[in-house]
């Protein structure tokens, strides 16, 4: 079978490894993929959201199945697309994937169908909601409606904050069509917990729960980036959060989207917080959550690709989901300044071995060398059977990655390990 992927960072790396493991798929396709990648995929050289390249590619290969992973494609209509070109995806249709597409849509959905989530308020005129934070409980949340690279959220934790965050997103354009609608929410307090799930439409079968660690710096400082390492299993999520988010979150939300005719196919991420009042949303993703896929999959037991059929083909019901019952730990190796401005094109040295255990993000190859391209360059992998002992071995792996102007946290999974 031929197989093409769509997108370019570590989650994809982290699914192509995975892919790889089926003796099914003899070809297999990253559209862009990055240089790190060269040895498990061919990379081709189109964009995730050029769907009209991408379809053509699709036809020109024969390509047999497609796997849609980043938000933009799938907002955008690829499903549909490649579908309507008679190529099985997995990955949500435009309909479904609404639920990440708009904050305001999910806020919505999840009042209509009884979801515990923060309190809300939606807004399209800038002067209604710089008149709500006049009033409105500290700290809250501002968020831009629509897709904004994990950059549209603002805690405020005074009113000039809040005061700023609107008229950046809703005056000044700083989100482009993405921040003229804002919502506005209650500041949740508790533990996070991320849990992603495999979903036909019907069945829902959670995967191993992940603590992302979105602070660039030691301690949970500095500005939030889009994730600097992650743990699985996250400790936060005991059986009993299992079972009671299973009935008042996640059956609820799949059952929902099915009755307003958007059912729900492919990965579907929960970000959740475990308030004093019980578990409540934060965030739908309707894809593999970046970098918790790296620790999710590592763990997987069961065949990634035969479980994706079964989720388009809406048999996932006799689908084998196991996860080995041990730890993983990801670090990410960055560019110094991110998430704001980097300097590239620093080489990067390893041994054989350890690359086995790296997926590459943020990386190109330029005269048969792996070079920085990105902001988060890279994520360092260690599975053990303890946290503590997944985390020493990924923390042993980095120190044999170097790159000039690397930076990385020293503290993943301390929070967990406290726990």
Not at 280 to 306: H, M, W
Not at 330 to 356: D, F, H
């Amino acid at each position: 079978m031929r197989v093409m992927v769509i997108g370019g960072g570590g989650r994809e790396h982290a699914i192509v490894k995975k892919l790889r493991e089926n003796k099914q798929i003899t070809e297999l396709f990253v559209l862009p993929g990055n240089g790190g990648m060269a040895r498990e995929a061919t990379l081709v050289n189109i964009g995730a959201t050029d769907l009209p390249a991408i379809a053509a590619f699709a036809r020109e290969k024969g390509i047999d199945y497609a796997v849609v992973t980043p938000d933009d494609p799938l907002v955008l209509g690829a499903v549909d697309l490649l579908e309507g070109e008679g190529i099985p995806c997995f990955g949500p249709n435009k309909a479904a994937a609404i639920l990440e597409g708009s904050k305001a849509f999910a806020k919505e959905f999840m009042k209509r169908h009884g979801i515990p989530t923060a309190a809300f308020e939606t807004f399209t005129d800038p002067a209604a909601a710089l008149a709500y934070v006049q009033t409105c409980p500290l700290p809250t949340v501002v968020k831009a409606d629509g897709l904004a690279l994990g950059k549209g959220v603002v805690i405020a934790q005074t009113r000039e904050e809040a005061e700023s965050a609107v008229r950046a997103a809703m005056c000044e354009g700083k989100f482009g069509q993405s921040g003229k609608t804002l919502v506005i929410e209650e500041y949740l307090t508790g533990p996070e917990v991320s849990v992603l799930s495999f979903t036909d439409g019907k069945t829902i079968v959670p995967m191993v729960s992940s603590m992302d660690h979105k602070r660039a710096g030691d301690g949970d400082t500095g500005l939030n980036t889009g994730g600097m390492g992650t743990i699985a299993p996250n400790p936060f999520y005991t059986d009993a959060v299992a079972r009671r988010c299973m009935e008042e979150i996640f059956l609820p939300t799949i059952r929902g989207m099915a009755a307003e005719g958007r059912p729900f196919k492919g990965c579907l991420y929960f970000g959740l917080m475990l308030t004093a009042q019980g578990p409540k949303v934060i965030e739908y993703n309707c894809r593999f959550g970046d970098p918790e896929t790296q620790v999710v999959l590592a763990l997987l037991q069961s065949d990634l690709f035969t479980i994706m059929q079964a989720v388009t083909e809406e048999r996932l019901s006799e689908a084998e989901v196991s996860f080995k019952n041990e730890h993983a730990a990801c670090v990410i190796l960055a560019s110094k300044g991110y998430p704001l401005s980097y300097e590239k094109g620093y080489e990067i040295t390893m041994s054989e071995a350890v690359r086995a255990h790296v997926l590459f993000a943020g990386v190109k190859e330029k005269d048969g060398k792996l070079v920085t391209s990105g902001g988060r360059v890279l994520g360092v992998v260690g599975v053990g059977p303890t946290l503590q002992a997944a985390l020493e071995l990924a923390y042993d792996r980095v120190k044999e990655v170097s790159f000039e102007n690397e930076f990385y946290r020293r503290d993943i999974g301390k929070r967990a390990l406290e726990a």
